[in-house]
T-cell receptor, first 115, second 114 residues
Framework: AAGVIQSPRHLIKEKRETATLKCYPI?????VYWYQQGPGQDPQFLIS???????DKGSIPDRFSAQQFSDYHSELNMSSLELGDSALYFC??????????????FGPGTRLLVL | AQTVTQSQPEMSVQEAETVTLSCTYD???????LFWYKQPPSRQMILVIR??????QNATENRFSVNFQKAAKSFSLKISDSQLGDTAMYFC???????????FGEGTQLTVNP
């Protein structure tokens, strides 16, 4: 079965640089979520999109922005990177269909290291 | 805001034995979803089991089952016939019905010993 695809899988950046993370949801899934997981922590919700509109917003820094495109893929743009942004970034997708409604399936994550 | 609490930071079990992981949550909602996710050393987040709050029947998935006590706001995970591959961090998560964010507990590190 198709899964959530994230790219790149690993990313190394310098402070103050920018980074773009991409997410391709499971086919027919209409909702995309972004989470940040620091070392030894649980995942923290950043932002979500339903049918290309922002549906919920969590603790996402103003330096970050995201959008969902017409093909339902999503991108998380991170600017002025700080050391504290080093983390594992997950994308998840779900759908409002009748089978496993609103169950979030996670991608493999993007490991971001800011030096 | 919803909160999820996992009071057992670490647990261990012998291979082939049964172990139960605890989770409690707080919400004012009457309808919601609860999940257990597994995160092995690869750090992939893998769905283990899902429970809809309006269903009284406890969910089961092969060796994994839950004990859902809605009034007590408790959602424990039982793993039967534990296998070495079950070694992972287990997260309990709460989700509203509208498809919004998941709120995770702090996690329980489970080690299955041979």
């Amino acid at each position: 079965a198709a899964g959530v695809i994230q790219s790149p899988r690993h990313l190394i950046k310098e402070k103050r640089e920018t980074a773009t993370l991409k997410c391709y949801p499971i086919p027919r899934h209409d909702t995309v979520y972004w989470y940040q997981q620091g070392p030894g922590q649980d995942p923290q919700f950043l932002i979500s999109f339903y049918e290309k509109m922002q549906s919920d917003k969590g603790s996402i820094p103003d330096r970050f922005s995201a959008q969902q495109f017409s093909d339902y893929h999503s991108e998380l743009n991170m600017s002025s990177l700080e050391l504290g942004d080093s983390a594992l970034y997950f994308c998840a997708s779900s759908w409002e269909g009748t089978v496993r409604q609103w169950t979030q399936y996670f991608g493999p994550g993007t490991r971001l290291l800011v030096l | 805001a919803q909160t999820v609490t996992q009071s057992q930071p670490e647990m261990s079990v012998q291979e082939a034995e049964t172990v139960t992981l605890s989770c409690t949550y707080d919400t004012s909602e009457s309808n919601y979803y609860l999940f257990w996710y597994k995160q092995p050393p690869s750090r992939q987040m893998i769905l283990v089991i899902r429970q809809e709050a309006y269903k009284q029947q406890n969910a089961t998935e092969n060796r994994f089952s839950v004990n859902f006590q809605k009034a007590a706001k408790s959602f424990s995970l039982k793993i039967s016939d534990s296998q070495l591959g079950d070694t992972a961090m287990y997260f309990c998560a709460f989700g509203e019905t509208s498809g919004s964010r998941l709120t995770f507990g702090e996690g329980t590190q489970l080690t299955v010993n041979p």
